[in-house]
């Protein structure tokens, strides 16, 4: 089994043009696609998306020497999967490529013009003057250099698989925009191949909990609910789920399988413990840190309040406040009334991350031009010197099989993982030797009064739906009584009746649609997940006069999330399998989800001293 990286050199002849969505200079209409550093490429999307034209075009014209196997390595093309018995499994590429840039690493900034012509006037048409970046001069030859990226199963499988990706690269004639005129003709492709065998163990060093660093290797989305059907925008952090997807793929293309195939024990013979346990591993949410922090940030609290003045603190943390009331005098605001957050996120570890904003488009292949309402955008998380830090938990392994699983997982993860969100980009792992510690610490021991102050590090399934359902009414139109009485009643189920609820700063969201309803719902009415955001603080209390039971529940909770509802088991059971089976349901706590702090400091250090109740 092998891992191969392909570099990938295209000479092209210019003029050239990959137009950007970025803004560029007064006065022009289509900047050059430029990275971070300002260097000129071609988007890895484009070279792919000319790649599966041109062996679409092959295989029409020699289908006896060129097999249709672009499906399996490119994936299937977005909107065309939906007929069949599974038509929202995924069917992801095997081949990942990575953007193409300008070997040169010139960042001149030339001018090209261009003019429509009226055809019946013969002259200028109005509003068709159009000011081209063009880096580079006509004749003038510009090498691009990109990485494909796969895992094949042997080395005869990979020999086909870049027999097959330079006939194709060869076959395309341009690249580019205004191909038609005689930009981006290619010249020249050529290729050097690098394989490293994937083992299939290393020695495990028996530990439950490995902290992890991932380094994307260029920019992400890991796509946000939308508020827009064509525009994808980024979280800040990389969810469990998709990290563990990831490697699901990874596993699957290591036997030569579609990367969307689910993980079972006859997935991969030679990893059998880590497959036949892999539900049961556990993968927090990955949240961004500099090199020169090296440390894990923490979502702010919904408890912190400003208040105006100039020599007040940052914020208050108003958790411990029993009911509304003034801060010397003054209305604290929360943070939806806040002008700017950016100072809190920081305080709290959360590096400033820049955002590039992608417009993308679908090519009517017989036309050659834009296809009519498939424009779509990513604006995606530029990773420069951050990595983002998880944690793995093996403890729900077996015992006995823990050590196989921790070392075959090991070798998994030696060479990274590829396919990670939309951008499908490629992120190095790194197991880390020592703990990264968190921006605050937790305390799992109980304040004052036998209290502990919880607060949501991911979204969370807590409260039932249905509980706040009013006979025709929707999810979350019932009062604050039935709002209390539903959080009251999802502590108390959690902690097995240790734990009542006193007080709560909460944020409710609604996941579903289309996708989520068919992948993991399909047959049953339509509702969606009601999810607890992160941030969401709970101020809970033992229920009797022994708080060890209660102590031992949070504690728990702590290390290993919180756990699934009893109702969400009932209500997501699907195909003889109950709610919290990854194929029912995507906010499981092995994907990450109801992650949790406990008794942050700032609950008692920043407790406003002025607090006057109302």
């Given at each position: 089994?092998?891992?191969?990286?392909?570099?990938?050199?295209?000479?092209?002849?210019?003029?050239?043009?990959?137009?950007s969505?970025?803004?560029?200079?007064?006065?022009?209409?289509?900047?050059?696609?430029?990275s971070?550093?300002?260097?000129?490429?071609?988007?890895?999307?484009?070279v792919?998306?000319?790649?599966?034209?041109?062996?679409?075009?092959?295989?029409?014209?020699?289908?006896?020497?060129?097999g249709?196997?672009?499906?399996?390595w490119?994936?299937e093309?977005s909107?065309?999967?939906r007929?069949?018995t599974?038509?929202?499994?995924?069917?992801?590429?095997?081949l990942?490529?990575s953007?193409f840039?300008?070997?040169?690493?010139?960042?001149a900034?030339?001018?090209?013009?261009?003019?429509?012509i009226?055809?019946e006037?013969?002259?200028?048409?109005?509003?068709?003057?159009?000011?081209?970046?063009?880096?580079?001069?006509?004749?003038?030859?510009a090498?691009?250099?990109g990485?494909?990226?796969y895992?094949?199963?042997?080395?005869?499988e990979?020999?086909?698989?870049?027999?097959?990706v330079?006939?194709g690269?060869?076959?395309?004639?341009s690249?580019g925009?205004e191909r038609?005129?005689?930009?981006?003709r290619?010249?020249e492709?050529s290729?050097?191949?690098?394989?490293?065998?994937?083992?299939a163990?290393?020695p495990?060093?028996g530990?439950a909990?490995?902290d992890?660093?991932?380094?994307?290797?260029?920019?992400?989305?890991?796509?946000?609910?939308?508020?827009a059907?064509?525009?994808?925008?980024s979280?800040?952090?990389?969810p469990?789920n998709?990290?563990k997807?990831c490697?699901?793929?990874?596993?699957?293309?290591?036997?030569?399988?579609?990367?969307g195939?689910?993980?079972?024990e006859t997935t991969?013979?030679?990893?059998?413990?880590?497959?036949?346990?892999?539900?049961?591993i556990r993968?927090?949410?990955?949240?961004?840190?500099?090199a020169a922090?090296?440390?894990r940030?923490?979502?702010?609290?919904?408890?912190?309040?400003?208040?105006?003045?100039?020599?007040l603190?940052?914020?208050?943390d108003?958790?411990?406040?029993r009911g509304?009331?003034?801060?010397d005098?003054?209305?604290?605001?929360?943070?939806?009334d806040w002008?700017?957050?950016?100072?809190?996120?920081?305080?709290?570890?959360?590096?400033?991350?820049?955002?590039?904003?992608r417009?993308?488009?679908?090519?009517?292949?017989d036309?050659?031009?834009?296809?009519e309402?498939?424009?779509?955008a990513?604006?995606?998380?530029?990773?420069?010197?951050?990595?983002?830090?998880g944690?793995?938990?093996?403890?729900?392994?077996?015992?006995?099989?823990?050590?196989?699983v921790?070392?075959?997982?090991?070798?998994?993860?030696?060479g990274?993982?590829?396919?990670?969100?939309?951008t499908?980009?490629?992120?190095?792992?790194?197991?880390?030797?020592?703990?990264?510690?968190?921006?605050?610490s937790?305390?799992?021991?109980?304040?004052?009064?036998?209290?502990?102050?919880?607060?949501?590090?991911?979204?969370?399934?807590?409260?039932?739906p249905d509980?706040?359902?009013k006979?025709d009414?929707?999810?979350?139109?019932?009062?604050?009584?039935d709002?209390?009485?539903?959080?009251?009643s999802?502590?108390?189920?959690?902690?097995?009746?240790?734990l009542?609820?006193?007080?709560?700063?909460?944020?409710?969201?609604l996941?579903?649609?289309?996708?989520?309803?068919n992948?993991f719902?399909?047959?049953?009415?339509y509702?969606p997940?009601l999810?607890?955001?992160?941030g969401?603080?709970?101020?809970?209390?033992?229920?009797?006069t022994?708080?060890?039971?209660?102590?031992?529940?949070?504690?728990?909770?702590?290390?290993?999330?919180l756990?699934f509802?009893?109702?969400?088991?009932?209500?997501?059971?699907?195909?003889?399998?109950?709610?919290?089976?990854?194929?029912?349901?995507?906010?499981?706590?092995?994907?990450?989800?109801g992650?949790?702090?406990?008794?942050?400091?700032?609950?008692t250090?920043?407790?406003?001293?002025?607090?006057?109740a109302?």
């Amino acid at each position: 089994m092998l891992q191969v990286s392909l570099t990938v050199v295209l000479k092209l002849r210019g003029p050239i043009l990959t137009q950007s969505s970025s803004v560029a200079g007064y006065g022009v209409d289509a900047p050059f696609a430029r990275s971070p550093d300002g260097r000129c490429y071609l988007p890895g999307s484009l070279v792919k998306g000319r790649l599966r034209e041109a062996w679409n075009e092959l295989h029409e014209a020699a289908p006896c020497l060129f097999g249709p196997r672009f499906t399996e390595w490119l994936g299937e093309e977005s909107g065309s999967r939906r007929v069949g018995t599974k038509p929202y499994e995924p069917v992801r590429g095997r081949l990942h490529f990575s953007d193409f840039i300008d070997t040169s690493g010139s960042t001149a900034r030339r001018t090209q013009f261009r003019i429509r012509i009226d055809e019946e006037r013969g002259s200028v048409a109005k509003g068709a003057y159009l000011v081209i970046e063009a880096p580079y001069a006509a004749g003038q030859e510009a090498s691009f250099r990109g990485e494909i990226r796969y895992v094949a199963k042997s080395g005869a499988e990979s020999d086909q698989i870049r027999k097959s990706v330079e006939a194709g690269l060869r076959w395309i004639p341009s690249l580019g925009a205004e191909r038609t005129i005689g930009f981006g003709r290619l010249l020249e492709v050529s290729l050097e191949e690098k394989r490293q065998d994937v083992k299939a163990t290393l020695p495990a060093k028996g530990i439950a909990l490995m902290d992890i660093a991932l380094t994307p290797e260029g920019p992400f989305c890991i796509a946000r609910r939308r508020v827009a059907d064509n525009l994808f925008e980024s979280e800040k952090f990389l969810p469990g789920n998709a990290i563990k997807a990831c490697i699901a793929s990874k596993l699957n293309e290591l036997q030569g399988k579609a990367s969307g195939s689910q993980v079972n024990e006859t997935t991969d013979p030679q990893r059998k413990e880590l497959c036949r346990n892999f539900h049961r591993i556990r993968i927090l949410h990955a949240f961004p840190s500099t090199a020169a922090a090296a440390t894990r940030p923490v979502w702010p609290p919904l408890s912190l309040v400003k208040v105006k003045g100039s020599n007040l603190p940052l914020y208050y943390d108003v958790a411990l406040c029993r009911g509304p009331g003034l801060i010397d005098g003054q209305a604290p605001a929360f943070d939806v009334d806040w002008k700017e957050s950016g100072d809190v996120w920081s305080s709290f570890g959360w590096p400033r991350l820049r955002r590039d904003l992608r417009v993308r488009t679908a090519i009517e292949r017989d036309l050659r031009k834009a296809k009519e309402e498939a424009l779509f955008a990513y604006e995606m998380i530029v990773p420069e010197e951050c990595r983002w830090h998880g944690r793995i938990d093996l403890s729900q392994v077996p015992q006995a099989e823990r050590a196989e699983v921790e070392g075959q997982l090991r070798a998994v993860l030696e060479g990274g993982v590829t396919g990670l969100g939309k951008t499908k980009v490629r992120a190095g792992i790194q197991i880390l030797e020592e703990a990264i510690p968190a921006a605050f610490s937790s305390s799992t021991e109980p304040l004052q009064d036998d209290l502990w102050v919880i607060s949501l590090q991911t979204p969370a399934l807590l409260c039932n739906p249905d509980s706040l359902l009013k006979d025709d009414e929707v999810a979350g139109s019932g009062s604050e009584q039935d709002l209390r009485a539903a959080y009251q009643s999802a502590w108390h189920d959690l902690s097995g009746g240790s734990l009542e609820l006193l007080d709560y700063y909460q944020r409710l969201s609604l996941a579903g649609g289309d996708y989520l309803h068919n992948r993991f719902q399909r047959g049953k009415p339509y509702q969606p997940y009601l999810l607890t955001e992160p941030g969401s603080v709970f101020v809970l209390r033992a229920a009797t006069t022994d708080a060890s039971k209660a102590g031992r529940c949070v504690s728990r909770w702590y290390s290993h999330g919180l756990d699934f509802p009893s109702w969400a088991k009932a209500a997501y059971a699907r195909n003889g399998n109950p709610g919290d089976h990854w194929s029912n349901c995507p906010y499981l706590p092995e994907h990450g989800f109801g992650e949790i702090n406990v008794n942050l400091p700032v609950h008692t250090t920043k407790r406003p001293g002025g607090f006057h109740a109302v």
